[in-house]
C-alpha cells in the first residue's frame, strides 16, 4: 500500500489495507496494556518455566493478532459506498453508503503520530435512528486526509481529489494561549484534577491494600491521624487551593492545545490536542445554528462557549465545539463569520416571567424549610432558609437571562443561569413548535414556545413569553404554516409599546 | 401581555398588525370515546399506585413493627387514603376535562393539535417535515373503536400525537399525511 493509489483522480479506492507502520503501533499498544500482567506473571512465578511459557504466549499474541487482522482487514471506496472487509474466520463487510456519511472525525494519538499516522472515524445515519461507523485504525496522515476529502466532497463532482489537500480554508477562530487561564472557571476542566485526584488517591489505597495488607481498621486510623493534624491539614489544602485551577489550566491546555477552527471542502473543521491531534469535521448542510454556552463565573469572566447546533451527530457534546473556551467578544465574531451572524437585541419577557422564575428558584426550598423546621433538627431547616434566600437573586438572574429575538431569517432563545445557553437557529430549520401552558403560566398570561429543531438539542424553548407573543413570534418566524392558525383580537389596554430588550 | 409603558423606545414593527395574535383552538374534537378511554387507563393507573401503598400499610397493620412509631402504625391506613384522594380526579376530573381541551386539526400545511387539561400544549408541525406516521390502537383502543395517530418529524419538540381518535379517522389520516408528505418533502430535517 502506498499514500498515493492508483486512482487518486477518481473517486474509488481500491480494496486496500491498512498503513503496515500499524504493525509496529498495535504490538507496542497492547504490550502496554498487558505489561504489567505480563511482569507480574514472570514474577510471581519466579521464572519458572510455565511462567515464561505464558509470557511468550502474551508476547506472540501481541504481535501476531494485530498482524493476522492487518491482513484480513482491507478497505474500499466504489460506486459511492465505503466498504469495510474484516474477519478471518467469520468474514464480515461493512458498507456505508456515502451520502449516509455525516461525518469524518481524524485523530491522531501520540504514538499514531510518532509513526505519521492518523485514525479515521467514519460517521454514518444508519437506515433508522441509530448510529453506524466505521473506524480506521489507522492509515497515514495523508491517506486519512484524502479519504476525507474524498467522503465529505462526494456531492460536488469535481473529480479532481488531490490527496492531503492543504489547509486552504480561512482559520475563523483560533484559540488564544491566554484563554487557557479560563479553564478554572469551567465546571468541567475544574472538576478534572478532582476526578483526577480521586482516582490517584483511589488507587494508592489499592496499591496499600496490597502491598502492605493496610486492613480497613489501619487505614481509618491513619486517615484520622491526619485529619488531626492541621500541621498536616493546612498545607494540603492550601496545595490543593493552588494545584486545583492550575491542573484545570494543564488539563485545558493538552485538550485543546492549538485549536482552530477553518472552513474546508464545504464543513467546518476543529483541530486540537497536545498529545493526541483530534480533528472534527461539521458538514456545513448539517449546520443549522450556533449556541452560546456560558456558565456563571465564566459569564463573570466575560467568557463563554461556542457549540454548533447540527444534525444527527453522536458525542455532540466535545464534537459540536466551535471554540472550547473565549471571550464572549470572540464567541460572537466567530459565529458570525463561520456559522451566521444575529446581532438583534433579545426583546425581554414580561414581568410577570420574574415572579415565577422567582417563585420557582425559592419556593421548594422554602417549603423545605418549614417541612424540617417542623420534624428535623434546626439546622437543616436554616440550612433550606439559605438556599431560599439564594433563590431569589438566582431567580432575578434567570429572568434577566430569559430573552428572544429574531434577526432575517435566524431565531434567537436564551435562557438558564448557573449555565446560560442562547440558542440561534436558522428559521428554516424550524420542524415545528409547541406552545406549553401550565395552569400557573395561564392565570398570568404566560406561554413557553418551544422551537423544534432536528439538531442539536431538538427543541429549544423561549421560558415564559407573553401568550400573544409566543403567537406572533412563531408567525413571523414561519408565516407560511402558522399565520393562517392566528386570530387577532383587537388590542386591548394602552397602545403597545415596544418591549424592552436585554443584554 | 403586560406592556412595559416606561420604555421610552417608539412603536414596535410588530404593532403595524391590528390586534394581538392568538392561537384559535384546532377545530375538530377527539371521539367521545376517549373519556372511556382516559378514566379506565387512569384508573388503572391509580390503582397500580395505590395498590403498593395499601400493601404496605396491610403489613405494617399486621406485623406492628417496632422501628415504627406507634404513630405510624396507629395510622397507616390513612396512607392509602391519601393516595387514593389524590389519585381521584385523574379519574373523575381528568378525562372530561381532557375532551373538552383535546382538539385537532389538519390544514394544507400543518398538523394542529391541543392537548392536556390542567397544563396545556399545542403543537405545531409542519406536513413538509414529517418523517413518519404511525396508528398504534392498544387492546382498550381497539375495544372502544379508537386509536392514536403519531406523527414524527427529526426533532422530539417537533413531533405530534393525537389520542382517541376513530380508528377509521385515524387511518384515513395517516395515508393522507404520508402521501402529502411525500409530496412536499423538504430537505432540511
Known amino acids: ?503 | 401581555m403586560a406592556t412595559d409603558s416606561s420604555n421610552p423606545a417608539g412603536p414596535h414593527l410588530d404593532s403595524l398588525t391590528v390586534g394581538t395574535a392568538q392561537f384559535r383552538p384546532p377545530a375538530r374534537r377527539v371521539a367521545r370515546g376517549a373519556i372511556a378511554l382516559w378514566t379506565v387507563e387512569n384508573l388503572i393507573g391509580v390503582a397500580f399506585a395505590v395498590a403498593p401503598v395499601a400493601a404496605f400499610a396491610w403489613l405494617v397493620d399486621a406485623t406492628d413493627p417496632a422501628w415504627l412509631p406507634g404513630f405510624v402504625v396507629e395510622h397507616v391506613w390513612w396512607a392509602p387514603l391519601l393516595a387514593l384522594v389524590l389519585g381521584a380526579p385523574a379519574v373523575l376530573v381528568a378525562p372530561t376535562w381532557r375532551f373538552a381541551v383535546h382538539r385537532w386539526e389538519v390544514t394544507a400545511d400543518v398538523v394542529y393539535t391541543r392537548s392536556g387539561w390542567f397544563d396545556r400544549e399545542w403543537r405545531l408541525v409542519p406536513i413538509s417535515r414529517i418523517q413518519t406516521v404511525d396508528t398504534t390502537r392498544g387492546l382498550l383502543e381497539r375495544m372502544l373503536g379508537l386509536a392514536t395517530l403519531d406523527i414524527r418529524t427529526a426533532s422530539h419538540a417537533g413531533s405530534s400525537k393525537v389520542e382517541g381518535l376513530p380508528a377509521g379517522v385515524a387511518a384515513a389520516i395517516a395515508h393522507d399525511l404520508a402521501r402529502r408528505a411525500g409530496a412536499l418533502r423538504d430537505d432540511a430535517t
Open chain 1, 1 to 503: 500500500m502506498t499514500d498515493d493509489p492508483q486512482h487518486p483522480a477518481s473517486e474509488t479506492v481500491a480494496p486496500q489495507h491498512l498503513s503496515p507502520r500499524v504493525l509496529a503501533i498495535h504490538p507496542l499498544r497492547s504490550l502496554r496494556t498487558f505489561a504489567i500482567p505480563l511482569i507480574g506473571v514472570v514474577i510471581l512465578g519466579q521464572g519458572s518455566s510455565s511462567s515464561l511459557v505464558a509470557a511468550a504466549v502474551g508476547v506472540v499474541f501481541a504481535v501476531v493478532i494485530p498482524l493476522l487482522r492487518w491482513v484480513t482487514f482491507t478497505y474500499s471506496i466504489r460506486d459511492d459506498r465505503l466498504q469495510i472487509h474484516q474477519g478471518l474466520v467469520s468474514r464480515s463487510t461493512r458498507t456505508i453508503p456515502l451520502d449516509r456519511v455525516r461525518g469524518v472525525d481524524v485523530s491522531a494519538p501520540l504514538l499514531h503520530r510518532l509513526f505519521g499516522l492518523a485514525v479515521v472515524h467514519v460517521e454514518a445515519a444508519a437506515g433508522g435512528e441509530a448510529q453506524d461507523e466505521g473506524t480506521l485504525d489507522a492509515v497515514t496522515a495523508a491517506e486519512a486526509e484524502r479519504l476525507r476529502a474524498l467522503m465529505l466532497r462526494r456531492r460536488q463532482a469535481t473529480g479532481d481529489v488531490q490527496p492531503a489537500e492543504p489547509r486552504t480554508g480561512p482559520a475563523y477562530a483560533r484559540l488564544r494561549r491566554r484563554w487557557f487561564l479560563y479553564a478554572p472557571l469551567s465546571a468541567t476542566y475544574l472538576l478534572a484534577p478532582l476526578a483526577l485526584l480521586a482516582s490517584v488517591v483511589g488507587f494508592a489505597v489499592e496499591i496499600a491494600g496490597q502491598v502492605n495488607g493496610v486492613d480497613e481498621e489501619r487505614a481509618r486510623r491513619i486517615v484520622e491521624g491526619v485529619l488531626g493534624a492541621p500541621e498536616v491539614v493546612v498545607p494540603v489544602l492550601a496545595a490543593f487551593v493552588v494545584a486545583v485551577p492550575a491542573v484545570s489550566v494543564l488539563a485545558f491546555a493538552v485538550i485543546n492545545w492549538d485549536f482552530t477552527l477553518r472552513g474546508r471542502d464545504g464543513s467546518l473543521v476543529t483541530e486540537r490536542g497536545l498529545f493526541t491531534r483530534r480533528s472534527v469535521s461539521l458538514e456545513r448542510r448539517r449546520i443549522r445554528g450556533w449556541e452560546l454556552v456560558e456558565g456563571l463565573l465564566e459569564r463573570l469572566a466575560k467568557a463563554g462557549r461556542l457549540r454548533a447546533v447540527i444534525t444527527g451527530l453522536a458525542g455532540e457534546a466535545t464534537r459540536a465545539q466551535l471554540l472550547p473556551l473565549a471571550p464572549r467578544s470572540e464567541i460572537l465574531a466567530t459565529a458570525a463569520r463561520a456559522v451566521a451572524p444575529f446581532e438583534a437585541a433579545l426583546t425581554a419577557h414580561p414581568p410577570a416571567a420574574r415572579t415565577r422564575r422567582l417563585f420557582r428558584a425559592c419556593l421548594p426550598w422554602a417549603v423545605g424549610a418549614v417541612v424540617a423546621w417542623l420534624v428535623a433538627p434546626w439546622p437543616l431547616a436554616v440550612a433550606f432558609l439559605v438556599l431560599a434566600a439564594l433563590g431569589v437573586p438566582l431567580g432575578l438572574d434567570r429572568y434577566r437571562s430569559l430573552g428572544h429575538a429574531r434577526e432575517g431569517a435566524r431565531v434567537a432563545v436564551r435562557s438558564g443561569s448557573l449555565r446560560r445557553r442562547q440558542a440561534v437557529i436558522e428559521g428554516r430549520a424550524v420542524v415545528g413548535w409547541t406552545v406549553k401552558q401550565t395552569w400557573f403560566q395561564r392565570r398570568v398570561g404566560l406561554a413557553t414556545l418551544v422551537v423544534g429543531v432536528g439538531a442539536g438539542r431538538g427543541g429549544y424553548s423561549a421560558i415564559d413569553m407573553s401568550e400573544e407573543g409566543a403567537a406572533e413570534f412563531a408567525g413571523h418566524v414561519t408565516p407560511g404554516w402558522v399565520e393562517p392558525l392566528l386570530v387577532r383580537a383587537p388590542r386591548r389596554g394602552t397602545a403597545a409599546t415596544d418591549p424592552p430588550t436585554v443584554s
